[in-house]
């Protein structure tokens, strides 16, 4: 087995692609590339499994890509298209008898705290319920044998947390979904990553997220060896985009499968 697998469990901005009510070309492509939920990975390493995030379609995805355990959960920011399938947890809790590590800055995990009260606060926890062990993130930490650093990475008027994955002192992964632009202490953080994965909503500029021109400057600034965009709306085509970009340079897709 790789050091690492990488599952793109959704690729899509927070309102998915298709959008609701929309008949863009993208929207109504057969291309099943074009059909986006909301972002999220699940890494798989050798001795330990973790999802970043957990959007609202977590359960679907899960059962698409036939997870049946989890290790640890850990978390970039609490926005709704990142944390909405918090519950869904239950079930491997339920599975294991154990209660889930969740991993989130402090902001984050009093959002958690809050949106999820009955999680964290109930006294009587029940075989199906959820069972989160709140780890609150200080600094870089390790599941198994993967270290990961925090990223603090703009978000609009919030900073939320990417994230390097390092194994063995090797630079594999860079985590970057939901920011508007890269600190120059980030960068040099995780130049010569790997694998770069990052923010690339769409062509045109936005105030929280980076344009895919602007995340293109970023990977070359970075020098992975190769990129892959995640968090895009239904402004990009897949087709039509991937021709566009420069070698090296990739828009993932729901399902992708990619190891290090």
């Known amino acids: ?17 298709p959008v ?18 909301r972002s999220a990975i699940f890494v798989r390493t050798p001795e330990c499994s973790f999802s970043i995030d957990t959007p609202p379609e977590f359960r679907i995805q899960c059962l698409r890509e036939n997870i049946g355990h989890i290790d640890a959960v850990v978390y970039t ?9 918090f519950d869904d947890l239950r079930r491997f809790c339920e599975m294991s008898g154990e209660k889930m590590p969740i991993y989130a800055a ?6 958690l705290r809050r949106v999820f009260q009955y999680a964290f ?3 009587v926890i029940w075989r199906n319920y959820i069972r989160p062990d709140p780890h609150v993130i200080d600094g870089a930490f390790s599941l198994g044998e993967t270290r990961l650093v925090p990223l603090r990475l703009p978000h609009g008027k919030m900073i939320l947390n990417g994230y390097l994955m390092m194994r063995n002192n090797e630079k594999l992964v860079a985590y970057m979904t939901d920011c508007h632009s890269v600190p120059d202490e980030v960068v040099s953080q995780v130049a010569g990553v790997k694998v770069l994965v990052i923010d690339a909503l769409r062509h045109k500029e936005h105030p929280t ?18 990129t892959y965009f995640i968090h895009m709306c239904h402004d990009l085509l897949h087709e039509k985009t991937q021709a566009s970009l420069p070698p090296g340079v ?3 897709y729901d399902g992708l499968r990619i190891t290090v």
């Open 1 to 17: 087995m790789a050091d690492l697998e990488i599952i793109f469990l959704g690729t899509g901005t927070s309102q998915g692609v």
């Open 20 to 37: 609701i009510g929309c008949d863009c070309t993208t929207c109504k492509s057969s291309d099943p590339r074009d059909n986006r939920l």
């Open 77 to 85: 920011h609490s926005h709704t298209d990142h944390i909405l399938g």
């Open 106 to 111: 402090p902001d984050t995990m009093a959002d």
């Open 121 to 123: 606060e109930t006294e």
């Open 209 to 226: 997220h980076l344009s895919v021109q602007q995340a293109v400057d970023i990977s070359k600034l970075i020098k992975p060896e190769s």
């Open 250 to 252: 990739f828009l993932s």
